[in-house]
């Protein structure tokens, strides 16, 4: 198995570029040396030199230290940041169409995704909610979750781009039990041997016994009860307004998330700069930047890497644990 890792650079228009090449200057040769970037060479080349990066940007196979690109030829990119693009769109599509080709034919171990444009990917003609589902209809998976992973917080969702009215409808009974078995699955791969599960509830204090509502008590509780059967260490539903402080005070390792906003608001105000973004149910490994293509500031050497690093470091563990 390859212990490669390749980066996806992203919207050219984005802080993509920039947090990539800032982060890997920032890395050993060691590490450089089997990080490859999938993405376009001049916009690297322009982000480096904005940036002060004096690293040569040279192809995968090639002698010596520097940035590794496997450059994808896309026509027509803007050649500037922070431009709404088609072109940009599609370069996106094509980079991660790439990194798949590359780990499912076991040529690298774990892919690492910078941001893209939704907007974009969309006028290009490739109609997803961002990159989960992208990888799943790459990879051939009929289902994929997103894990928001940070120190002291962990957050998988039932759904996460979706309206809240549609939001409600996805959270069966079903895809409930899925996501508390992906995510008890995926702890486990990563060390801890019992993880603790907390299951959020969907309604203000789960529904108060049908006050606020029912679907706590006929959808949501019986997929806690049904994993419980099958030995997980799970609770719930708990109420969404004290769940996460309970484990952010080391009472859970893993949150359940109901909806987007239910799993990213506490994340984002706790681990802004260092959460990753962990994609669960596909054949390959791939996580991502918390963030995203930030055209306000693209191009001008203000994208904090951080999180990129934080990235690049998950992806390692994940290289090093096995799959199950």
Not at 55 to 64: E, N, S
Not at 120 to 127: F, P, R
Not at 255 to 282: C, E, M, R, W
Request: proline letters at 4%.
């Amino acid at each position: 198995m390859s212990e490669k890792i390749v980066i996806t650079m992203g919207d050219p228009s984005g802080v993509g570029a920039e947090v990539t090449v800032k982060a890997l200057a920032g890395q050993d040769a060691s590490l450089r040396e089997r990080t490859i970037v999938i993405g376009d060479r001049d916009t690297l080349q322009r982000a480096a030199t904005i940036c002060g990066i004096t690293l040569p940007i040279i192809a995968p196979d090639a002698d010596g230290d520097g940035i590794r690109v496997d450059h994808v030829q896309v026509d027509d990119l803007p050649g500037k940041f922070g431009v709404l693009s088609p072109a940009c769109g599609e370069a996106s599509y094509r980079y991660i169409a790439r990194a798949v080709e590359l780990t499912m034919g076991g040529e690298a171990a774990c892919i690492v995704t910078a941001p893209i444009n939704k907007e974009a990917l969309n006028a290009a003609g490739h109609h997803f909610d961002g990159h989960t589902g992208m990888l799943a209809h790459l990879t051939g998976s009929k289902s994929s979750w997103m894990l928001l992973a940070s120190e002291r917080l962990n957050v998988v969702h039932v759904s996460t781009h979706v309206s809240l009215r549609d939001a409600i409808g996805r959270a069966t009974t079903e895809r409930v039990l899925e996501t508390i078995r992906m995510g008890h699955k995926h702890l486990r791969r990563m060390g801890l041997k019992e993880p603790r599960i907390a299951v959020a509830g969907i309604n203000p204090h789960c529904g108060e016994n049908g006050l606020f509502g029912n679907e706590d008590d006929v959808t949501i509780a019986p997929a806690v009860a049904a994993a419980q059967a099958e030995g997980i260490n799970v609770q719930g539903p708990i109420s969404a307004d004290t769940v996460y402080h309970r484990a952010y005070q080391g009472g859970f390792d893993l949150v359940i998330a109901q909806y987007h906003d239910q799993g990213h608001i506490p994340i984002k105000l706790v681990a802004f700069d260092t959460a990753v973004n962990v994609s669960l149910g596909l054949p390959i490994d791939r996580c991502s930047v918390d963030h995203g293509t930030a055209f306000d500031i693209a191009g001008q050497n203000k994208a904090n890497h951080d999180n990129m690093l934080c990235a690049l470091d998950y992806a390692a563990k994940m290289a090093n644990a096995k799959r199950g």
